[in-house]
């Protein structure tokens, strides 16, 4: 462990590292037996296409072939996966913008605005403003480490053993303060959902969202479906047309 423990000998190399560097090394350092695996996989997946071949009447080494590559393609893409998804949080990727570019992609087909880096003066800043037909919401990113549960308990989010909420107070408030300043400018009433983005952690629902204490929580990739799933109000073009130049207008612009 980082800090060190009464019954663990101390290991001058990882005195002082923080959580990511630590994560690299052991990542680094199970490289061999990474590919010890993959290897064995791949050699299954032969044995395996061979078998499959002699039942079948196909051509035994090619179908080997085939399914030994299956076999290992997908080990390392399994591996590439859980190693991408800790990007964000080792500071390799930018969250906000892996999930606006899922926005937009899934979103502005649909009639919806995606607005970024906005900020009332003074205010709050949100990394994402989304107007469309089904309503407003704004989305905020956050990275944890990858040993990291996200859940919800009765009507309470928990990060681990902490509660969510401090996180979900700060987006509700941000949500309220874009609310009424888009509502006085336009004369539109609107409500805001506030989403977070995870980035790295494991959101303990198969569905990959988590709702409560009036936050939902999502990986990046889930959240056009919840909005699109959840309207909150219905807008017209000439209303997102509306909301979104007037947020344009005085919403701040965040570099």
């Given at each position: 462990?980082?800090?060190?423990?009464?019954?663990?000998?101390?290991?001058?190399?990882?005195?002082?590292?923080?959580?990511?560097?630590?994560?690299?090394?052991?990542?680094?350092?199970?490289?061999?037996?990474?590919?010890?695996?993959?290897?064995?996989?791949?050699?299954?997946?032969?044995?395996?296409?061979?078998?499959?071949?002699?039942?079948?009447?196909?051509?035994?080494?090619?179908?080997?072939?085939?399914?030994?590559?299956?076999?290992?393609?997908?080990?390392?893409?399994?591996?590439?996966?859980?190693?991408?998804?800790?990007?964000?949080?080792?500071?390799?990727?930018?969250?906000?913008?892996r999930t606006g570019r899922i926005l937009r992609m899934m979103l502005r087909r649909r009639?919806?605005?995606?607005?970024?880096?906005?900020?009332?003066?003074?205010?709050?800043?949100?990394?994402?403003?989304?107007?469309?037909?089904?309503?407003?919401?704004?989305?905020?990113?956050?990275?944890?480490?990858?040993?990291?549960?996200?859940?919800?308990?009765?009507?309470?989010?928990?990060?681990?053993?902490?509660?969510?909420?401090?996180?979900?107070?700060?987006?509700?408030?941000?949500?309220?303060?874009?609310?009424?300043?888009?509502?006085?400018?336009?004369?539109?009433?609107?409500?805001?959902?506030?989403?977070?983005?995870?980035?790295?952690?494991?959101?303990?629902?198969?569905?990959?969202?988590?709702?409560?204490?009036g936050l939902t929580v999502a990986y990046p990739r889930k959240?056009?479906?919840?909005?699109?799933?959840?309207?909150?109000?219905?807008?017209?073009?000439?209303?997102?047309?509306?909301?979104?130049?007037?947020?344009?207008?005085?919403?701040?612009?965040?570099?």
């Amino acid at each position: 462990m980082p800090n060190g423990s009464i019954y663990v000998p101390r290991d001058e190399k990882f005195t002082g590292s923080s959580p990511q560097n630590l994560y690299l090394t052991f990542w680094l350092a199970g490289r061999k037996n990474r590919l010890r695996l993959r290897a064995a996989y791949t050699v299954a997946g032969f044995v395996a296409g061979h078998l499959l071949a002699a039942r079948l009447g196909w051509n035994a080494f090619a179908t080997g072939v085939v399914l030994g590559a299956l076999a290992g393609g997908t080990d390392a893409f399994i591996a590439w996966r859980s190693h991408e998804r800790t990007a964000v949080w080792r500071g390799k990727r930018r969250g906000e913008v892996r999930t606006g570019r899922i926005l937009r992609m899934m979103l502005r087909r649909r009639g919806y605005r995606v607005m970024d880096g906005r900020a009332v003066p003074g205010k709050a800043s949100v990394d994402h403003l989304i107007i469309g037909p089904g309503g407003l919401w704004i989305v905020d990113n956050e990275a944890w480490s990858p040993d990291t549960i996200v859940a919800k308990h009765g009507k309470r989010l928990f990060f681990d053993e902490k509660y969510g909420t401090s996180v979900a107070k700060g987006l509700i408030g941000a949500a309220t303060d874009l609310a009424e300043v888009l509502s006085r400018e336009t004369g539109v009433q609107v409500t805001i959902s506030p989403v977070l983005a995870l980035h790295g952690c494991t959101i303990a629902n198969r569905s990959g969202v988590v709702s409560g204490e009036g936050l939902t929580v999502a990986y990046p990739r889930k959240i056009p479906g919840v909005i699109r799933r959840n309207p909150t109000a219905q807008l017209d073009a000439e209303q997102v047309e509306l909301l979104s130049r007037t947020a344009a207008r005085i919403l701040r612009r965040m570099s």
